[in-house]
């Protein structure tokens, strides 16, 4: 089965072979008007296929050029998205640098070791641990605001539940004091953006649209103590405004849990360190 098409092309090469021997006796036996008119048909045809065959040669030894600069291209795109990376990353460990400086209570900077997801996960798995001071219900912060708590503690490593957990509860307050209310997670509007709401701020009370609320050190519904001024976030819009007589806020939060790479952990009593988050924050 496999022999016919071999000899068929054998054949048909054998059969053009003997078609051009045939056609160049014929020329040169023709008158030289019919030698120069077939010359000139010749010329007609042969000059397309010449720039034909010319253009697959340089094509063929291009080939090997294009692959090297194929590969010098995405080299450059992967090193531009690494050198993108480490910027971040070294731009969030400058403001967790200045963040530790200005703390007052004691506290240990740790590593995300493995982030949480908006629709996924609600941990982050640190590298500090009961070895560095680390305790149970210890609040977890950035240099943008509140991030969890911690929730278990090994010797190297501790689990803190972030701020987007469904359980997550904690008091907040405006910027003077004046209203408090409840944060919570209220859902998300992206792969990687989360939002907060206020509940319980009272029916006649207003919180202006663009101001920063802040932890009213009154603690947390899956427990611990926060201290007074970590900023959660600023104030988006107005959701709510009948439900018992009271109106809730949607919140854009200080800071998204899947995009923190470093974190600080409070390990030390402290009533308020809103003064830590100054300048950048605006409070009394």
Known sequence: MKIAPERF???RDTLAFILCVAMSLSARVAPPQAQDWLSDKIQLVMVPLLWIQEQIDITIEARP??????????????????????????SQLRDLLSLSVRMRTRHVAAEVLHQATPLGEYTLLLSVGSEDGVTEMA????????????????????????????????????ADG???GIAEPRGTTGPRTSLMEI???????????????????????????????????????????????????????????????HVIVLVGAEDDIAGAFAPEQEYP
Do not use: C
């Not at 899956?222 to 405004?241: D, H, K, N, W, Y």
């Open 65 to 90: 050029l294009v692959r090297v600069l194929t590969a010098q291209r995405d080299s450059a795109a992967l090193d531009s998205l690494r050198l993108f990376i480490l910027t971040e990353e070294n």
């Open 199 to 261: 509940r319980g701020i009272p029916f006649r009370e207003e919180v202006p649209i663009g101001s920063t609320v802040y932890s009213s050190g009154r603690g947390s519904h899956l427990g611990g103590a926060f201290p007074r001024g970590i900023p959660i976030g600023t104030v988006r819009s107005l959701a709510e405004q009948s439900v018992g007589w009271s109106k809730t806020y949607i919140v854009n939060p200080a800071v998204q849990p899947g995009s923190v790479s």
């Open 178 to 180: 004046t209203v408090f």
């Open 139 to 174: 609040p977890v912060i950035a240099p943008e605001g509140l991030v969890g708590v911690i929730r278990n503690v090994s010797s190297e490593t501790s689990v803190a539940v972030v701020w987007t957990h469904p359980d997550f509860r904690i008091s907040a307050m405006t």
């Open 9 to 11: 092309a054998s054949r």
